[in-house]
């Protein structure tokens, strides 16, 4: 759907300018977009590259598995199918360490590692389980408590205080950790009284 939102607007936009005069401001635009991407996404490797080392070095040094210990309760509580299964209670953990440090995109390929191990246990193929549910809602919530993508961008952005996002997006985030869980606990509770 979006491959065709996309090119519309960008030709509405072309169009508009074409026809209002504004064909010289358009050319600007282009050029100092083509610019600002360009930086950002600088900032965001280098910013990425940072908190990805500093992964590697947590694993190394255990931090990751006492991490894992700490989420655990949590894991087996909103993920009972997976209860007896470490294999896939650890790419959870990773999974959900990631989003923690606001590390969407190294979140990104471990959520999406999480989702191929369940649908291996998955008996219907063509429908999600309710822990594959579960983890895509918590994934969508995204609970940050170090908000790094947000952080770059401000930072990007020449703002002058880039960490002062951070106690509204530990708000917003948790919150919607709390109601996606909530939610889903109550969908999932109707679905099996309807199964009965």
């Known amino acids: ?27 600007d635009s282009i050029f100092e977009s083509a610019k600002s991407s360009v930086e950002l996404t600088i900032t965001f490797f280098s910013t990425i590259c940072l908190w990805t080392g500093i992964m590697k070095i947590a694993q190394k040094t255990k931090i990751i598995d006492y991490l894992s210990r700490i989420l655990r309760p949590i894991i087996n509580l909103l993920f009972p199918e997976y209860k007896d299964n470490e294999d896939v209670k650890q790419e959870i953990s990773m999974n959900m360490i990631a989003n923690i440090l606001g590390l969407g995109n190294a979140a990104t390929p471990l959520g999406l590692k999480v989702m191929k191990s369940m649908q291996k246990n998955n008996k219907n193929k063509k429908i999600v389980t309710n822990s594959m549910a579960m983890f895509i809602v ?12 947000v952080m770059a961008i401000r930072n990007s952005l020449n703002s002058e205080n880039p960490t002062k996002i951070i106690i509204p997006v530990w708000f917003a985030t948790i919150s919607a950790f709390i109601a996606v869980i909530i939610v889903t606990k109550l969908f999932i509770m109707i679905d099996k009284r309807k199964g009965k």
Do not use: D, K, R
């Not at 030709?11 to 358009?26: H, K, M």
């Not at 918590?138 to 993508?149: E, R, V, Y």
């Open 1 to 27: 759907m979006l491959n065709i939102i996309w090119p519309v607007f960008i030709l509405i936009s072309i169009l508009y300018a074409l026809f209002s005069g504004n064909i010289e401001n358009l050319n």
């Open 138 to 149: 918590i994934n969508t919530a995204s609970l940050q408590i170090i908000p790094t993508t």
